[in-house]
């Protein structure tokens, strides 16, 4: 059988948008030869719409679109995902299949996830019941609906058990074809040191997939084709994954990103599984965020401080492949420590991107603040504060940027937003100044360790300056400052993190995980400084939940998925 399966990226809170999304690739899937047509789950509100779903408007639009939708389905069956309030008050999320302009099959989720960034029984209701199968063109098609997929005992690998395994219900029902529309989110493994492999490491989504479809295929002797959405919703990435798994463990699959019907044909041979690659996936990734978020919110144009580091010319970079060079605009901020090579990296970057530029003198201000202090607290020496009132000047200008008539014209829009140019390594430490190089409306790197950051300037070539790759990352707020000095070396840094938060692994344990990522002078340094590395992990809570956003590409990153008390000891 041919099956188109349909790679869409939606709109949260726009059904009469998705809904045509599904009609339009429902067409060309037909028009390309396909016998079924398969949408992700939740293609009609988009996944999730969280608190709107209690919306009793929004709960009509969605049951209108829906029906629309099933009213123009011919003898291609459509089936999509969508919701419907249940009798508990919450809602079903579940799957329609529509077939010659009536909705012919309803499929309702069994398993729902609550766990990392899920929180699906907030809005569902699991239906604990199996579901039937449908007889169609001589196969019996069972219908299930993303975690459905995760709840086997030894492929699946959700944190938690469940108490039924939807997959293994309808096998065991007689089902010839199994079919799964999902909204899953992807991400990287966790982070190891190049040529380093560990037991304890968590694997890339891609990875798992790996495992799991054509493992269920294989253990089930069964067909499993997988629809996924594509796309970024605020932290969340989509890269789709779909495919169709056969039962002798070979897979046909889509490429990742990509938005469109992809056909799939269960009477032709697979091929062995192509693993994705970490930087161009990476890469990708950011930029897609990066577009989509910008989209959906309605802004055009973006600024960012350009301060000749590697952190800001990475951002860039991806802004210019997200926006286009008219609309983003790189702005030097100097200080009095702000050394020439900065100043001329940054202003490099910024021709050879083809991006707007400007210099904003930023000790002018800082000097208006010092000289306050110093009337009001006379002798004071110069320390933290005035390390911390740069960077807040700096902040400023950005802002202020933001809302002037000059820059707007310049770009074209009047929709800006400051982008944030922060990673992992430095947010996991506290390692940023509240107000200053903390603001923007998104950081596309704010989950990225300092060493994928170095990865992805790798990835991006020219568009980086050489100059800003062999340089030693600095702020630049006080005479002869650098990053690792008063960090610890990032190689050092990024173990313990990659290890601590990103792995999961205990923290008891940490010193002895160290052993397998490091060796010599670097393994002594890292578990010398391992308490006060994980001090600063805890006591910097606060300031992590006042950073824009990141989009997620680990498997745990700062956010919806990480939920640390302020007040735990």
């Known amino acids: ?46 996944y999730l719409l969280e608190d709107r779903l209690w919306e009793s408007g929004m709960r009509r639009r969605l049951e209108v679109e829906s029906h629309r939708l099933a009213a123009l389905s ?125 037991p304890w490491a968590i694997p890339s989504k ?43 463990g070979r897979w046909q699959g889509c490429a990742s990103f990509h938005e469109g019907p992809h056909l799939v044909d269960t009477g032709l041979p697979g091929e062995t599984w192509r693993d994705l690659e970490d930087g161009p996936w990476l890469h990708q990734a950011l930029v897609t965020g990066l577009r989509d ?48 090579e900065s100043s001329t990296l940054a202003e490099q970057q910024a021709r050879h991107l083809g991006i707007g530029f400007l210099s904003l003198d930023a000790d002018a201000p800082f000097s208006g603040f010092a000289t306050a202090l110093e009337k009001a607290l006379p002798g004071r020496p110069f320390g933290l504060t005035d390390e911390n009132l740069q960077s807040r000047c700096r902040g400023s200008l950005l802002m202020a940027l933001t809302s002037e008539p000059e820059v707007q014209r310049r770009l074209g829009t009047d929709r800006l937003a400051v982008l944030n140019t922060g990673n992992k390594s430095e947010a996991a430490t506290g390692y940023f100044t509240l107000y200053g190089d903390g603001i923007g409306a ?59 938060l990103e792995a999961q692994r205990p923290e008891e344990g940490l010193a002895e995980d160290l052993t397998l990522l490091l060796e010599g002078p670097a393994l002594a340094q890292a578990q010398a400084a391992l308490p006060r590395i994980l001090g600063l992990l805890r006591r910097t809570e606060f300031k992590r939940r006042q950073l824009p956003f990141a989009f997620k590409i680990s498997p745990k990153a700062f956010g919806a998925g990480r939920r640390i008390p302020l007040t735990a000891v």
């Open 1 to 46: 059988m041919r099956i188109a399966l349909l790679q869409l990226n939606a709109r949260l809170g726009d059904p009469e948008g998705n809904g045509r999304r599904v009609e339009a690739a429902y067409a060309k899937a037909i028009h390309a030869g396909a016998e079924l047509v398969v949408a992700p789950e939740l293609a009609i509100p988009g």
């Open 442 to 500: 998104f950081a596309p790197l704010g989950d990225c360790l300092k060493d994928r950051v170095y990865a992805l300037a790798r990835d991006l070539g020219e568009a980086v300056p050489r100059g800003v790759v062999d340089r030693a990352p600095t702020a630049e707020l006080r005479p002869g400052q650098t990053d690792e000095a008063s960090l610890l070396p990032y190689a050092q840094l990024d173990a313990i993190l990659g290890a601590a």
């Open 74 to 198: 011919g003898a291609v069956p459509l089936v999509f995902g969508t919701a419907r309030p249940a009798p508990s008050g919450r809602l079903w999320n579940e799957l329609w299949w529509c077939e010659g302009g009536a909705l012919r099959h309803c499929a309702h989720k069994r398993v729902l996830p609550s766990y990392d960034v899920f929180d699906e029984h907030r809005y569902f209701e699991p239906d604990l019941a199996p579901q039937p199968l449908v007889t169609f063109r001589g196969h019996r098609v069972g219908i299930s609906i993303c975690e459905d997929l995760w709840a086997d005992p030894q492929l699946g690998n959700a944190p938690v058990g469940y108490a039924v395994d939807p997959i293994a219900d309808l096998a065991a029902a007689g089902a010839t074809l199994i079919l799964n529309a999902s909204a899953s989110p992807s991400a990287l493994g966790s982070w190891l040191p190049a040529g380093r492999s560990v």
């Open 293 to 340: 978020n910008l989209a959906k919110q309605g802004l055009e144009a973006v600024v960012l401080g350009l301060s000749g580091g590697i952190d800001s010319a990475v951002a860039a970079a991806l802004a210019v492949e997200a926006l286009g060079p008219g609309r983003v605009l790189g702005v030097a901020l100097p200080t009095r420590f702000t050394s020439d």
């Open 206 to 248: 891609d990875a798992q997939r790996q495992r799991l479809l054509p493992g269920l295929a294989m253990k089930h002797g069964i067909p499993m084709a997988y629809a996924s959405r594509v796309g970024a919703e605020s932290w969340l990435l989509f890269d789709g994954g779909s495919g169709l798994a056969l039962p002798d």
